[in-house]
Each structure stands twice: as C-alpha cells, then as structure tokens.
C-alpha cells in the first residue's frame, strides 16, 4: 500500500510530517503549538484555554471577522483546541486550498492580536462551557477520574475554574503566549491531497525564521489516586474506573491495546457480553487506553440506573479479574483483525492520518510504519498479555461514580 | 466511479458505486420506516427492534452474530430516524461477501422472548440516559409541540411505559409490516465486484416475501408559532429549540435552505456566531436543516444561563426578522456555498461517508447522489433562490421549546 510519509525538522526546532494521499481531494493539516494545559501555573488555571479562544481572533493584517471570512471563503473547517501538552489549531479543506490556508495560519501563529477588548468574551464562553459540563454526566464523571489518578499537572482539562478564569488578564494571556509559542516540540501535520515538496517549501519560508528555545519539561507533584462519588440527582449512576497501564512508548503498548480489545473492541468483547448482552445492565459500556506524560491508564465506563449500578460495577472489575485466568487465540484474532482493518481505513482519511502522524512524532519522535504496527500486533499472544498484567496488575482501581447514591468498592 | 443499480424480483433495490481506487467497502440495509410509521402504542418500536434485529437468526445467536462480525474486523453499526432504520459495516473488500451474509440474515431476525426480555432492559438504560441529557430531552419535546398529532412528532425511543409494555407480538407485526422486500433499499459502494454483490444479494434476499409496504401520511405540516416551557430543576443551562417550517427532502428548494441555514447560523462565520457566540453571550447556537419525507425544518438552537434565554431569544428573533425582510448578502452567500461545497467534497471521501449520501438520494429523490452533482446545485443557488425559499418558508415564524430551570419565560417579541 502507498504509504509515504515525509518528515523534516528546520533549524529552529519545528517539524512537518507529510503524507500524499492519491485519490483525495481534500488535506488535513493540524498545527500542534507546545503551549499545553501542562504549562499553566496553577493560579492561572484556564490560560491556554483562553489564548486558544483568543488567538484566532484577529491576526497580522486580519481582524477577527476578515480572518474568519477570508478562512470560509477557502472552506476551511477550522478547530482549535488545547490538550495537556499541546495547543493544536487544525483545518480541513480542499488540498488545494492548503498553501493559502497554511498562509493565514502563519499569522495566526506567529502575530496573533491576542485583543484586549475580546478577553471578556473568551471569558463568558468559558464559564459557560464549564457550566455546560454539568448537563454532561458522562464527560464529567471522566474528567474527574483522569483528575484523580494522574498528578498534576497531568491531570487537567480545558475547563479551568471559575475563580482561575475571573483572575487571568490579557497580559497573562499574551505571556502564555510568548513563553510557549515556540517552534522547538512544534510539529505540524499535514495529509492529503497535497505536494509534500511545496509544502516544505511554504512551510520554511512561513516559519523558517521563527525563533524560540526549548521549554523545560514540567515536573510531576507527588499525589496518591483517590476515589470519590459525586452525588447528584440524576437518572443514571454513572462509573468510571481506571488501573495504570502501559504508557504509548512502553514496550508493553501493544498488549495494553490487545487488553483494551479483549474488553471492549467490538460487541463479541467481553464487557460488552457481559455487561450488557447477558445482563442487559446498560446501554453504554466501554474501556479505552489513555496516555498523560509517562503513564498509562486502563479506562472503563458505564452508566446504568441506580439500582443496577452496584452489579454493574461488580461485573466490570469480575472482567477485568478474569483476564489473567488467560485470554484464547480465537479473542485475539478478532482483535487483531479489527486493528489491522482499522489502520487500512486510516489511509482513507485525512483527519485520522494527521492525527496519527503527530501523535506518533509526539511520543516517539519518528511515524511508525504500518508494517511495525502490523507486525507488533500480529505479536500479541496471552504470554504477552500475563506478562503485562504482572507489570501492570488490576489491583486498587480507582473509581468514581456520579449519582444520587455511592456504590460499594470492593477491596 | 460508476453507479449501479438492479432490482429482485421481490421488489428489493440493490444500489451501487464502484470506486476502483476505494481501500475499503461499505454496505447497508435502509429500511423506509422508523418512528413516523409507529402506531399508537407500538411507539418505540422501530427503534427497539433495531436492536433486536441483532439478537439472532435461524442460523446464528446473538453472541454468533457479534462474533461472526468482529472475525472479520468490521466497523458496523445501525441506526433508527423518524423516517429510515439502517444496518450497515464497513470491511475491507475481501470481507464484503462476509459482511453481506451477516447483514442479510439479521434482517431475518428470529425476535425469541428471552432475548426481547434482556433488551428491553438496554432500551430503558437508553432512555434514562437521555433524560440525564437536557440537549436530547429539547429535541424530543419540541418535536411534540411543533408537530402535534403528525406522526414526525412521535418519539423514536418511545415512553418509558410503553417500551416496558411492548410485547414480542407487537415487534412482530410491525416486522411483518414494514420489512416488506419492496420496502428496502440495499446500497453498496468502494472497491467492490458490482457483478459478485448482485450475485450475492440475490442469493442472500431472494427468498425474502412479504406484503407490498406503503407510508400513507406523508401530508406537510402547518405548525402554530408559539412558546413552551418545560422547567427540568436538574439542568443547569437552559435549552431552547425554535423550529419553523423547511423544506421537504424532495424540494428543489432545499439546498438554498441548507445554504440559509449556513449563512445565518453555522458554527463558525455566521450572523449568530458574529452576534451571539463570539460575544459571548452564549454556551451554543446555530441553525440547521433537517428533512423529511413531505416535510422539513428549518432548526435553531440556544443553550445557555438560564437567566439570560429571554433576552438571547429577543436577539435571535431580531436576526430572524431581518433575514426574514432583506434575505442574506451576496458575500454570505458565496462564504455560505464556500464551507458547504468543501463539507461535501470531505464527506464524500471515504465508503463510510458515500453509502449514507447514495442512500439518502436514492430513498427520497430516485436520483444517483453523486457529489459533483450536488455541489453544482449548491453553487447555482442565487439570492433571488434564497428569497423564494424565505417567501415559501418564513424563518421568523418560530415554536419555540425551551427545556431547564427556568419556570418563566418572558420574550418581549413574541412572535
């Protein structure tokens, strides 16, 4: 399969990976800028989000409605949005609309107006997005869990608190700015319907001539994962529990997936059997991975009505128990097979590969091919999974409910 | 590319799109019926009997169905409108056969009592969890009060009550009713062995028979402006729908509506983004379209402080008016057709995105859904279109639904 990802690293420390995609006729590009959540001091919580709200708000010789219309007329969709590590600006559009997008973009990046007289605004959509939260029972019960068993500052979400986002003015604002804004860890991801060497090019001549150091890396507080219940009024308990995992870097990644897929990977896996199919305990139920800074999380989710809520607590940790009682090829050629036809429909599209690219160049510092990450699943065998559960035990899962009434934990 | 079609001799349509160049296949079962064609106390039932149609045939179980489509690492899902039920996977090509007899044996499904008994239970957790979900409780409620006695303003989960006291029986007369072979539309699109898929639907749904399936009300609907509130003390932002009158999903006019709906109030750009998101004033509000057979929506949406909906209402409804009397500008509309034509072009990409656009084209208009097709119809559409459609299809004539803490509500224009 044509898979040809280019990458290159200018002087100033900014990367650009690349793919061509044929028979497309639109790109994804994303701009991952290191100016994370990450990097807010605590009594600045909701900084980034704020500059991420407040930086497409007018830039270089645009004011904010010209950048706005002038990004439409090329049929930009257009997000921004800040993560742990990162402030990420991503476009998608027509491929040959990139240069020209990429063009307003520079100025985005690099000579935002960052106006005064638009803070207030930034500020009223974030508190009522953080009012919003409350009418999002499962969005809610996850972020307290990832809260809770990551220290901080790893353990954030964009949603700052009411007493942070009153005290930031545009002045720390624009700091957060000029500290973090830099190209050193910047990586840029583009895939589509596009000329790799034209974009190298323009992307040189934009930002060739950016300038900036490396940041220090944040340091991790000490902390202790605890569980809690959140009690509220509400038609459904809803459940989230986490044990550590493997981080995305650690050679145990891949059967920390593989655990993932016997649990959850389609709706033969096991919680799905058994929480909802046997049982008919819920309508949603699920497990992920989750990666923040050097470690690895197990997750699962449910929500269920409150009197079923205990048994579907205990059935989920009897599941996740029963995985060293060994897990049969059969399990695992289902999920390998779905992981591998998973990552042929990446190459279908554009969003998914630019968002691999990065994520892989942000933890790994180069793209896997998918010949690695066929043959590193195609190695997922139960001696895998029991060694990883040895390293990584269910034992002490930290958990946390939302409902009118708590549940019991068992020890 | 190139699009396919053939019919059994049963009365099933199977449609396709070959794209040699595709990595991967899609294919789907679009049934015309959802909560529109409920009957009094089966409401609810489309949308339950999706689930069940999963729960096992003459030849697999429930757990063999998952299993059987998990071995061959399909992406599939189903899905229940007002108006279709699908069931569709996307596999890689030498799974399309596979996926195809997976597919055609659950539209046979064998409903056993057990399996109805545990998933009716699923059904109600679903049901609770939209009640924990103000932004879903609005729609449904305001669908009731726009449409009234319609069958569009039937709910497609049901009541509770009436899910707990739905019989297998009654899943089963709604099965033998609307399933009919006529009253299906098989689509198929990718890299795919047109000659093979027909071979292989008629294998797999020759057999099928049933009575001819017909919609019988498909009137339009004159709703009567107005304002509801349904105070929720749980919520914590208030969530208000104002639904007025669009165009149906057969109407000529319904891409300057969708171009309207864009020009007004998209997410980005748009006179509400400009008046009411970018100021701040507000959690969320935009406009949408929604279509329907014989009917259609023009939608716009509000959720934010309680305390402040009266006056963000009287704002909207100031928009509404202006775009009502002068249309939108030449520039709106070219920013407008820019974002769209750019949307279609990106969802049309992958099989995944086609198989939903090829059946929707073909289920309501007979037409072949090609995306340069609908681009061109987008960009021909003029501001003089744009004001036929606002003469045809007034935007200030709202029901207006608003579901929170509030217990009062005052607008000062009521429309």
Redesign the interface.
């Known amino acids: 399969m044509a898979e040809i990802v280019q990458h290159h690293t200018y002087a100033n420390g900014l990367t650009l990976l690349t793919q061509a995609m044929p028979h497309v006729r639109s790109a994804t590009f994303a701009l991952h800028l290191p100016a994370g959540l990450c990097r807010e001091t605590p009594d600045q919580r909701g900084v980034g989000t704020l500059l991420a709200e407040s930086i497409v708000r007018g830039a270089g010789n645009y004011g904010s409605k010209q950048l706005s219309v002038a990004l439409d007329n090329l049929g930009v969709d257009r997000s921004e949005s800040i993560g742990l590590f990162n402030l990420s600006l991503a476009a998608g559009t027509l491929g040959r609309n990139v240069p020209a997008a990429l063009k307003l973009y520079a100025d985005v990046v690099r000579r935002p107006h960052l106006p005064e007289g638009e803070l207030e605004a930034a500020k009223e959509l974030m508190l009522l997005d953080l009012a919003g939260l409350e009418d999002s029972p499962q969005e809610k019960v996850m972020l307290e869990l990832k809260r809770r068993i990551y220290p901080e500052p790893f353990g954030r979400n964009q949603y700052g608190t009411p007493e942070t986002i009153d005290r930031v003015t545009i002045d720390h604002v624009r700091a957060f700015y000029a500290t973090h804004l830099r190209p050193h860890g910047a990586i840029f991801s583009v895939a589509g319907a596009i000329d790799p060497d034209e974009i190298r090019a323009l992307v040189g001549e934009l930002f060739g001539d950016w300038s900036g150091t490396e940041l220090p890396d944040p340091l991790e507080e000490a902390f202790a994962p605890t569980s809690v219940h959140l009690e509220k009024e509400t038609q459904q308990t809803q459940v989230a529990l986490a044990v550590p995992s493997a981080p995305f870097t650690d050679v145990d990644y891949y059967a920390a997936r593989g655990v993932v897929g016997v649990l959850s990977g389609g709706m033969s896996s096991r919680l799905f059997t058994e929480v909802r199919e046997k049982r008919g305990l819920c309508y949603s139920v699920s497990a992920g991975h989750d990666t923040a800074n050097r470690r690895g999380a197990l997750v699962c989710y449910a929500g269920t009505r409150i009197e079923r809520a205990q048994e579907t607590l205990d059935v989920m940790l009897a599941e996740l128990r029963r995985l060293t009682d060994g897990v049969a090829v059969e399990e695992l050629d289902r999920l390998k097979t779905s992981l591998k036809t998973a990552l042929v429909m990446q190459q279908e599209s554009t969003g998914a590969r630019a968002a691999a690219m990065a994520g892989d160049w942000f933890h790994l510092k180069r793209v896997r091919s998918l010949d690695e990450i066929v043959s590193a699943v195609n190695a997922i065998d139960d001696a895998a999974i029991q060694r990883y559960l040895e390293r990584f035990p269910i034992r002490n899962p930290t958990v946390v409910t939302l409902g009118p009434t708590p549940l019991t934990i068992p020890v | 590319m190139a699009f396919h079609t053939h019919t059994l001799p049963n009365g099933l349509t199977l449609i396709g799109e070959t794209i040699p160049?595709?990595?991967?296949a899609s294919f789907g079962f679009y049934v015309r019926t959802g909560s529109r064609d409920e009957i009094g106390a089966e409401n609810g039932v489309s949308h339950f009997l999706e689930h069940m149609m999963?729960k096992g045939t003459a030849r697999r179980t429930?757990?063999e169905?998952?299993?059987d489509?998990?071995?061959?690492?399909?992406?599939y899902n189903a899905s229940t409108s007002e108006e279709t039920t699908c069931y569709f996977a996307?596999?890689?090509p030498e799974y399309l056969p596979t996926a195809i007899d997976i597919l055609a044996d659950i539209m046979r499904p064998s409903l056993r009592e057990q399996d109805f008994d545990?998933?009716?239970?699923?059904?109600?957790?679903?049901i609770?969890?939209y009640?924990?979900?103000?932004?879903s409780m609005v729609w449904d409620r305001a669908k009731t009060h726009y449409f009234g006695d319609h069958p569009l303003g039937q709910s497609i989960l049901g009541p509770s009550a009436g899910i707990a006291a739905l019989s297998r029986g009654q899943m089963q007369d709604y099965f033998s009713r609307r399933y009919a072979p006529n009253n299906v539309v098989a689509v198929v699109c990718g890299a795919v062995d047109w000659d093979a898929v027909v071979a292989c639907v008629e294998k797999q749904c020759g057999h099928w028979s049933g009575p001819t399936a017909a919609r019988s009300d498909v009137r339009d609907h004159r709703p009567t402006p107005g304002v509801h509130l349904i105070p929720h003390a749980?919520?914590?932002?208030e969530?208000v729908l104002m639904l007025s009158r669009g165009a149906a999903a057969e109407s000529p006019l319904r891409y300057a509506g969708a171009l309207l709906a864009t020009a007004v109030g998209d997410d980005?750009?748009s006179r509400i983004y400009?008046e009411l998101?970018?100021?701040?004033?507000?959690?969320n509000a935009g406009c949408m379209v929604d279509r329907a057979e014989g009917t259609g929506l023009f939608v716009a949406t509000l959720?934010?402080?309680p305390e402040a909906t009266g006056k963000n209402l009287k704002h909207l409804q100031r928009i509404f008016d202006e775009v009502q009397r002068d249309g939108i500008t030449e520039?709106e509309l070219?920013?407008a057709k820019?974002?769209v034509?750019?949307?279609i072009?990106?969802a049309n990409?992958?099989?995944?995105g086609r198989l939903h656009s090829l059946a929707g084209a073909w289920l309501y208009n007979r037409e072949q859904g090609q995306a340069d097709t609908e681009i061109a119809r987008f960009d021909a559409v003029t501001t003089t279109d744009i004001r036929s459609y606002l003469d045809e299809y007034p935007i200030d004539k709202l029901t207006i639904t608003a579901y929170g803490p509030l217990t009062t509500l005052v607008i000062d224009t009521l429309p």
């Open positions: 160049t595709a990595l991967s999963f429930a757990l169905v998952n299993l489509f998990d071995r061959i690492g399909a992406d996307t596999v890689l545990t998933e009716k239970q699923v059904i109600l957790e679903e609770k969890m009640e924990d979900s103000p932004a749980a919520a914590t932002q969530n980005s750009g400009w998101v970018d100021p701040g004033l507000v959690e959720t934010g402080d520039d070219t920013q820019n974002k034509m750019s949307r072009v990106r990409e992958r099989p995944k």
